[in-house]
């Protein structure tokens, strides 16, 4: 049983249990045909199996379809009331057609309101009035177009694909127009233009599809600071400072892109200065289209100190641990960050393993960092200018003995100075470091005595020290002043956690002329890294690691004088792994070489296997370093090993080959080898 619409009350609302659409074709003809509401015809609909409506509710609702332009009529063909008290509507319409097209075009109507037409065709119009008014809109149409409407993106590619849709269809269709704003719109979207819109098609009557596209240009860029509780405050933060890290897609004027929103959370993250970041897209209401980017941002505490403490307890008298021989060690170290909102920060750390005794292995940094110095406004160029004052000490590989000789006594090497640099970013892949090093070299055998010669156990058991000088002055201390600088150049990527890329480091040491018998010399170093997909994965989440094929060299060398803590060493788990620290040599020249396959390990997260070859060489110019070490400490000067492991994030297990000897072992390193 069915009633008509009209017999509907005012006032009752009613709910809406069914609803199925007819198509009746154009204007009466062709089979009908029944849709339900995921008809893409009325995914915009507000009318809805389950919704609740009044009649004029209803009636608005049905002329919002009759005026959107995809209809040449909407019609309600039955009213069925329902045993439960509801309705049952079956609405008929007919899709609009248009004449044929053979072109597509695509224009950015962003900020422009959409043509309104003055007047609107009739029924009582002859087909001559129709055809004169269409011909007047067409004109108008186009003379808006030129003025203020702009290009958009969507590459000629896409478009050709547009056209060969609209050639195939014949008579444009509201249908057709759907597939078209559905493809365009996919590689809006594809593309990271999350926030594009087809608004529109032009005036369908001139044989040419004008597709309107509001593409989401960016009007504007909000900061908010924000506190713990989520309230806007006053950032300490400059906002230049922010500003400049913003992507060129973020900046007004541009099309906003989710992946520049990505990039932007990305370099306001390595700032260190905020401990949470948003970057939404809003509409502009003062501007059709247009796209406000609002960056919210909680700032960290710019001051902090950290406290570690560590006992050593070491035998007594007795062999048992006495008050005195318990040993307090430990680190003290602070940060103040973001000085002046300027991201500049001071550091420090002071550490010792005997606070009771400082003195014999004192260390400490205190580093000023001041990045922008050409001016916080000045984005032509990036440097950032850091200064340091240092004590630091560090166990020689130089002075170590060869397998075939017993222990030797070790040898400490003491640095003291001030350092400083400027660093500049030349690309986003490529950095350049140059700056200026004086320090103080104090060479210390066990007993935290000045140590002027190598040592070693004679025959009889006694201590001899007549082995390679320690410094280049001979007295165990140096005083020096060099050049430093780096060039680095990485275009290394993660893909679903493993890396791949090619990396290339070179650095350089030039002597001054200036210190302990006025040293004059040039070090440099060059290391190039290259990690391959072997099986093309690609990047997504879910996704496995690819396997990676990693082939690794590095060559070393020093013209003029080379003091003997200065020697390159040969071996050690970033060197040739197998081999102990400087287990192979001391060595003016050096050439390693590596290679290394990673498989990933299915169904466990970050965990690889791999298996490495690796061999390194003195180039025969260990003799010419002062006292010859590799000699001295019997070292062969070259080593090969091989072997295999497993990755568990950062840390490795492995079982290397000393190739030298015939003899493995295994090793737990942490962090990465290349």
Partial sequence: MTVPFEGLKGAKRYKVSDLRFLDRGPLGGGDARVTGTEDPLFEGSALQPGGVYTRSQLLGELEALSSSGMFERVNVDAVRPQPDGTLGLT???????????????????????????????????????????????????????????????????????????????????????????????????????????????????????????????????????????????????????????????????????????????????????????????????????????????????????????EWNIVPGPGGRPTFESIQPGGSVSFEHRNICGLNRSVAGSVTSSNLLNPQDDLSFNLEYAHPYLDGVEDRSRDRIFKTSCFNTRKLSPVFVAGPNMADAPPIWVDRVGIKANITENLTR??????????????????????????????ATGALGMDGPPTTFSGTGVDRMAFLQANLTRDNTEFVNGATIGDRCIFQLDQGLGIGSKNPFFNCHQLTVTKFVNLNKQKNGAGKPPPAVLIAHGRYAGCVGDLPSYDAFALGGPHSVRGYGMGELGASRNLLEVATEVRLPVPMVKNTQVYAFAEHGTDLGSSKDVKGNPTEFFRRAGHGSSYGVGIKLGPLRAEYAVDHNAGTGALFFRYGEMF
């Fill in 91 to 309: 609405v008929s319409y007919a899709e609009s057609l248009w004449s044929p097209a053979k072109r597509f075009s695509c224009v950015n109507v962003g900020g422009l309101l959409p043509a309104q037409a003055d007047e609107t065709e009739d029924d009582d119009m002859t087909l001559r009035e129709k055809m004169a008014l269409r011909r007047r809109q067409d004109q108008e149409y186009q003379r808006l177009l030129r003025s203020a409407a702009k290009p958009c993106i969507l590459p000629e590619p896409v478009r050709g694909e547009v056209v060969q849709m609209v050639k195939k269809q014949g008579r444009v269709s509201a249908r057709l127009l759907q597939r078209i704003r559905d493809h365009v719109l996919r590689w809006y979207h594809n593309e990271g233009f999350v926030c594009a819109q087809v608004v529109n098609f032009g005036n369908l009557h001139s044989g040419e599809v004008v597709g309107e596209v509001i593409e989401g240009e960016v009007t504007g860029v909000e900061y908010q600071f924000l506190d713990k509780l989520g309230n806007v405050i006053e950032g300490k933060t400059q906002l230049h400072v922010i500003d400049r890290e913003l992507p060129k897609q973020l900046r007004p004027g541009h099309i906003f892109n989710i992946g520049a929103g990505k990039q932007a959370l990305k370099n306001l993250n390595a700032l260190a200065l905020f401990s949470n970041i948003e970057v939404n897209p809003s509409p502009d209401e003062t501007k059709e289209g247009g796209v406000l980017v609002e960056i919210k941002l909680h700032e960290q505490n710019p001051k902090s100190v950290d406290v570690t403490t």
């Fill in 429 to 458: 892949q490529s950095t350049f470091t140059y700056g200026l090093v004086m320090e103080e070299i104090t060479t210390r055998g066990e007993s935290n005595d000045v140590c002027t010669h190598g040592l070693r156990t004679t």
